[in-house]
């Protein structure tokens, strides 16, 4: 039997008959948040998941260094994550799947060579496609027009702006299912204030700015001991030196802003949200979770772009972001799948995940390395890709705030 989460009381238990349903999810097909990271780090597969990170890392060196075109170098990143695509749909046939996956033995020369047999595949596959495509791009190729208009860098450029949205787009459902979680369903009226709602959120979304920005220079000098820990005024207020004047206090400022504009717009949504008893209670936790990401965004995008900061710390954000990404959208994409037919599963999860961290780190590889006609450092190619993915968190904000409308709406009606 299959029941969805806003069918369960806040103890669990089954509704009753009038209890409407919405999207119906089979236990069987669906795959845990366990499940998920599990798979990523099986001793099986993490040959690849090594591999995506030490390749990019070699690809993006020797484009910095000149060795490798920027024409060059988008090529083999679009064809190792088409190689992985292809071979996450293959995987799932038992067959294919033992060739991909390193045998368990216990140690030696048959660890090496189970780990190289499990990256042939993909790797001859990536080989294949490269080959073919930089041979038709050169000088005396079919496609040589394409080459001389370098339409193979740009189409990873503009995948980047993909990317940043993606992020958002992953986002949506963790956090509808924590919201749906902290706000159990409750049929009936309640008053609403949306200016009274407008003022809290907007209060609440400042002080974690405030609070971004005190954990950022509280942590730092730990980090690099030459640098010396500033006074609240300077990290709240006056931004780290070398950045414009009240920066820290612009930021947060422009964080409160962006917050007001964004509920302001949809007034008449959270009137008819907050109208029912239990929604204003999941517009308030759906806002503070969702912009409180956007702050999280936009505090990254402030701090490479205007506090210029490069260090370990940004790295360290990077993987975490990453990491949230790709199991959100794993998690996101297997949980929709419905039959017989899986496309995305347990079993090819990780071979998802490759294919989506070659696009990605190609992107920012190619933007950082001169592509829009200078070289960017690549974290701010990240930072460019943090306010994109602030923009569509609004967007995502915008949508969750109308589906859980229109989920208490029809509630109300047939209990009615």
Not at 44 to 73: F, Q
Not at 258 to 264: A, G, P, Q, Y
Request: with cysteine; glycine share 8%.
């Amino acid at each position: 039997m299959s029941i969805s989460v806003d069918e369960l009381d806040s103890k669990g238990d089954k509704p009753s008959d009038t209890e409407v349903p919405s999207i119906d999810l089979d236990e069987s097909n669906i795959m845990t948040l366990r499940n998920l990271v599990g798979t990523l780090l099986a001793r099986e597969t993490i040959a690849h998941v090594m591999l995506v990170v030490s390749a990019s890392v070699v690809i993006h060196t020797l484009t910095r260094i000149g060795i490798l075109s920027l024409d060059t170098a988008a090529v083999i990143f679009i064809s190792l994550s088409a190689a992985y695509s292809l071979t996450a749909v293959a995987a799932q046939h038992e067959s294919i799947g033992r060739m991909i996956r390193a045998s368990p033995v216990t140690g030696g020369t048959r660890v090496l060579t189970a780990v190289a047999g499990s990256l042939l595949m993909p790797i001859i596959i990536a080989g294949v496609i490269a080959g073919t495509i930089l041979a038709s791009i050169s000088g005396d190729g079919v496609l040589s027009t394409v080459g001389t208009m370098h339409v193979f860098p740009w189409l990873l450029a503009i995948m980047f702006c993909v990317w940043s949205l993606m992020q958002a787009a992953a986002f949506r459902v963790p956090a509808e299912t924590m919201t749906v979680k902290l706000a159990p369903l409750k049929v009936g009226t309640n008053g609403f204030d949306s200016i009274r709602f407008r003022r809290r959120v907007t209060i609440i979304i400042v002080i974690t700015a405030t609070i971004l920005h005190i954990l950022f220079f509280s942590i730092k000098p730990w980090i690099d001991p030459t640098k010396e820990s500033p006074s609240w005024f300077q990290a709240v207020i006056m931004g780290p030196e070398g950045a414009f004047p009240f920066s820290g206090l612009a930021f947060v400022i422009t964080c409160g802003i962006i917050t007001d504009l964004v509920l302001r717009r949809q007034t008449g949504r959270l009137n008819e949200l907050g109208s029912h008893k239990s929604g204003q209670r999941r517009a308030l936790v759906w806002s503070i979770i969702v912009l409180g990401f956007v702050a999280w965004h936009l505090f990254s995008f402030h701090r490479k772009f205007i506090l210029g900061s490069d260090d370990i710390i940004e790295i360290a954000e990077e993987v975490i972001l990453m990491i949230i990404t790709v199991l959100s959208a794993m998690w996101a994409l297997s949980n929709r799948a419905k039959g017989d037919m899986h496309l995305f599963t347990p079993m090819n999860a990780v071979f998802w995940a490759t294919a989506f961290a070659y696009g990605y780190a190609g992107s920012i590889s190619i933007i950082s390395n001169g592509l829009l006609g200078g070289e960017l450092n690549p974290i701010q190619a990240l930072g460019m890709g943090h306010l994109v993915t602030a923009i569509g968190l609004c967007a995502v904000h915008a949508s969750g705030i109308d589906r859980f409308r229109i989920q208490m709406d029809e509630c109300s009606t047939t209990r009615s």
